[in-house]
């Protein structure tokens, strides 16, 4: 085993490739500063609350303003890094939230003296910041003694009341970790959250496990509320070294094992060294070598998880075997909110015992179901499931499970019942116009938070196209439409461009359509013709809600 930069760099490049979004935070430096103007601005002028309360000075307001962003935005960047493949959408919501609520706090207490004034805000402050010790930020970089005695001093004054620890980023040699280890054991008792993500990268495999085994060591006892040993090359050597601290975790809530190169032996020793999960809320098992045996030891982890709201097993080599088990197991998970099982090999088979599971989650927000070659029939399970259950469902991907204009009724009729739907992915299956004009059917009626819309590679022609469009054009939250790989003539591209005229930034680029393409028999002799009368059959076409 070896712990290098290049082996981690290649694991991490097998990830399936994200799907496009808009990022939202962090904001920039100028938007923090307008914001800190804004809130001087509420504290200074006339209004409901100051006509109440009494407005401050425009010193005490500029002060307090800054303290009050700094607040607003350390609590919502918190937020964000718990949720780093969202929009920041959900971040940003927050720090608006908080900086309203500490606005209407300084004003109910009223203009004060220096001594107040440090005091008003001085406990919100000072949480955020001083409760997370992160070294994380800056060019990934080895970390040796010297530096680590300089890094980690905050660590060792008395009284500090870090909470959380992120040392990501940094490789630490021997060394490093024996100036870490007494710092470490000394404030294990108060840390609830410990991230030691990509903490050993470019080291020698032996050095790599001396320093697990340091921390492992050094944390033991810790009463830990979420633990990241993500990114690194751990193995069955690599999850033993960290057994002392793995067998001492009994309320764990948060479990981060990404891209961790563990094998079917390394997934048996996570299931034997963590045998208390019955707090676990979130399980992270993306981009590793598991496969059929290696997840049927995750899966008993799962079982044994009845609390868990957030399961990641995308990227693992799970097959038929595997699956069915992962399925079985995820039955007993009734509060989960997030699914990702992404790029494995489920099968029909499996996709039907997911489907089992998926009919018990009220509360499911996202499923990501791409790539498992559920085909039609795993499909068609899975949305009858989904149809009963998920009433407030925001993400369904589908993406890449040969799915047929045959299981489209079935589809659409689950879509249809989902009308807080924000992002549908169908990509590359085989919809073809009449599977994508029963789709667009559906969507037409609600959905107004619909922001996203993928079914690139489906076989689609200018009939598709057009419904598609100018369905989605008209949500108000619209943000992306891709129908690229498809083949729409250039009479249909251009139709759907006007479409969108008011608004080109919210339609993907068709650089990858081929307008020729498809079967000869829909090329030759009157095309055009042939796909207006499909569209108006189509659009006559009632999805049957109760089939």
């Not at 196209?465 to 369905?471: F, G, H, P, T």
């Not at 068709?510 to 000869?520: A, I, L, R």
Request: aromatic letters at 6%.
């Amino acid at each position: 085993m070896s712990a290098g930069f290049s082996e981690m760099d290649a694991t991490e490049s097998k990830s399936q490739p994200r799907p496009f979004s808009i990022k939202l935070w962090p904001p920039s430096q100028n938007t923090r500063q307008m914001l800190v103007v804004r809130v001087t601005d509420n504290l200074t002028t006339k209004s409901i609350f100051t006509q109440k309360y009494g407005s401050l000075s425009k010193e005490e307001a500029e002060e307090n303003a800054k303290k009050i962003e700094d607040v607003a935005f350390a609590i919502a960047n918190e937020h964000y890094e718990k949720e780093p493949d969202g929009d920041g959408s959900s971040a940003v919501q927050l720090y608006a939230k908080e900086c309203s609520k500490q606005i209407l706090e300084v004003l109910k207490r009223g203009p004060s003296g220096k001594e107040d004034k440090e005091a008003l805000v001085s406990e919100e402050v000072s949480a955020p910041r001083d409760t997370v010790f992160d070294i994380s930020k800056g060019a990934r970089s080895f970390i040796e003694a010297k530096e680590a005695e300089e890094t980690l001093e905050p660590l060792k004054e008395p009284g500090n009341s870090y909470t959380k620890i992120c040392f990501s980023n940094r490789s630490f040699g021997l060394e490093a970790a024996r100036v870490a280890e007494p710092i470490l054991a000394s404030i294990k008792n108060q840390l609830k959250e410990v991230d030691l993500s990509d903490f050993i990268a470019g080291r020698p495999e032996a050095e790599a496990l001396e320093v697990m085994n340091i921390f492992s060591t050094a944390l033991e006892g810790s009463i830990l509320k979420s633990l990241n040993l993500s990114n690194n090359a751990l193995g069955e050597k690599g999850v033993r070294a960290f057994g002392a601290l793995l067998r001492s975790q009994s309320c764990l809530e948060e479990l981060y094992l990404m891209n961790n190169g563990i094998s079917e032996e390394a997934a048996e020793a996570v299931c034997e060294l963590i045998p208390l999960t019955e707090q676990l809320r979130v399980l992270q098992f993306h981009n590793n070598m598991t496969g059929d045996k290696g997840a049927l030891a995750i899966s008993k982890v799962v079982k044994r998880s009845p609390l868990l709201e957030d399961f990641r097993c995308s990227s693992t080599r799970v097959g038929s075997e595997g699956g069915v088990a992962l399925s079985e197991a995820l039955d007993t998970c009734t509060h989960l909110k997030k699914l990702d099982l992404r790029d494995n090999m489920f099968g029909v088979e499996a996709g039907v015992a997911l489907s089992k599971a998926l009919s018990k989650y009220a509360g499911l927000t996202e499923v990501y179901l791409s790539y498992l070659n559920l085909e039609d029939e795993g499909a068609m399970a899975i949305a009858r499931a989904l149809k009963e259950s998920a009433a407030s469902l925001e993400v369904l991907d589908m993406a890449g499970n040969d799915i047929t204009a045959e299981a489209a009724p079935i589809v659409a009729a689950c879509i249809a019942e989902k009308q807080h739907l924000t992002k549908l992915n169908l990509a590359e299956n085989e919809l073809k116009d009449e599977g994508a004009i029963q789709i667009s059917k559906v969507l037409e009626e609600g959905h107004l938070q619909l922001k996203e819309v993928d079914m690139s590679i489906n076989s689609i022609r200018r009939a598709g196209a057009r419904v598609l469009a100018r369905v989605v054009v008209q949500k108000p939250e619209f943000k992306l439409l891709n129908i690229d790989g498809n083949f729409i003539s250039d009479e249909g591209v251009d139709e759907v461009k006007e479409m969108f005229e008011k608004f080109p930034d919210r339609l993907g680029s068709f650089d990858e359509n081929d307008p020729e393409g498809g079967d000869d028999e829909e090329e030759s002799g009157e095309g055009e013709g042939d796909e207006h009368e499909l569209e108006t059959k189509l659009e006559k076409l009632e999805v049957n809600k109760e089939e």
